[in-house]
């Protein structure tokens, strides 16, 4: 019966033979490629296409972290403040419009001719108006001298004064009033006095409204108005404010002029008839240089009169 089976089944009806570790066989025949089929590839050979993707999401995971390592931090504030370009202004800094003036500093006044005036005590207010009186006197009739101003003499009428001045070079540009004095102006320190300027001509009567008389005068650029008429004004001599010291010498050559220094003007020249005698004139000058300027010419004092 065993003739009978299909050469492949066994006795028992099994399709193939039980393992039999002794059983050997000869190796297969190797297999033969159909005509025109692609070559197998190993499997120890990596498919292109796989390798490029993989390599491809490795480089992008390195991206991810080295921008995540080096990116700034946005809760770190710089200290550097950002500026605006163009912006040269400092955060905080304040500017000046037009005012460099510090806060309770006094400045000088600056006259139409570009050169600094001083400021009269009490100076500031609107100046009284001056009636004026008589026709106006020629500048060359307003000498200088020691004891008076052409015809106004010390000693006179303190409204005729003014009246006459105001008929010759109008209304006053500063006035005082009356006020105490300091003896910033030659008086006696409490005396009460009225300072009334012309350009660099100051007049000082002393007394009070209902009594006051001529008292002394001081011309000097230093107050402004070196283009006005009382600039031209002169000595008996002939000196004039803005004459050189060279001028001065020669033109009192038979007098004493000595240099000194006074508290209140500065260098000053002093004018005598002799050494030690009374004083005639003074005034402030640059320099004793030859070329230096005289800038101002003063009647004595009033406290010493």
Not at 7 to 30: C, I, K, N, V
Not at 50 to 58: D, E, P, Q, S
Not at 192 to 199: A, T, Y
Request: charged content about 20%.
């Amino acid at each position: 019966m065993a003739d009978d089976l299909p050469p492949q089944m066994t006795e028992d009806g099994e399709r193939f033979p039980s393992f039999d570790p002794d059983f050997t066989t000869e190796p297969p025949l190797p297999m033969k490629r159909a005509e025109g089929a692609r070559p197998y590839r190993g499997g120890g050979q990596a498919n292109p296409w796989l390798v490029g993707l993989a390599v491809g999401v490795v480089l992008a995971a390195i991206s991810i972290i080295a921008f995540g390592l080096f990116a700034p931090d946005d809760s770190v504030t710089s200290s550097t403040p950002t500026t605006l370009t163009g912006d040269t202004t400092a955060t905080g800094d304040t500017t000046a419009t037009g005012d460099t003036t510090a806060p309770g500093e006094t400045t000088t006044p600056t006259d139409a001719t570009g050169g600094t005036t001083a400021t009269l005590p009490g100076g500031g207010q609107t100046p009284t108006e001056i009636t004026p009186i008589g026709d106006p006197i020629l500048i060359s009739e307003l000498s200088m001298s020691s004891n008076d101003i052409g015809p106004l003499d010390f000693g006179a009428a303190g409204n005729e004064v003014l009246g006459r001045l105001a008929a010759t070079f109008d209304q006053p540009t500063d006035d005082t009033g009356f006020i105490v004095g300091n003896g910033s102006f030659g008086e006696c320190p409490g005396d009460s006095i009225r300072v009334v300027r012309w350009g660099p001509l100051n007049i000082v009567t002393r007394g009070d409204a209902s009594n006051h008389a001529f008292a002394s005068y001081r011309l000097d650029l230093r107050y402004g108005g070196v283009t006005t008429p009382p600039a031209d004004m002169a000595t008996l001599s002939g000196l004039r404010v803005g004459d050189n010291v060279e001028k001065l010498e020669s033109t009192y050559a038979g007098f004493v002029i000595e240099y000194v220094v006074d508290q209140e003007v500065g260098l000053v020249f002093e004018l005598r008839s002799v050494r030690g005698g009374d004083l005639l004139l003074w005034g402030p000058v640059d320099s004793q240089a030859p070329d230096s300027l005289v800038t101002g010419i003063y009647s004595p004092d009033a406290c010493e009169s």
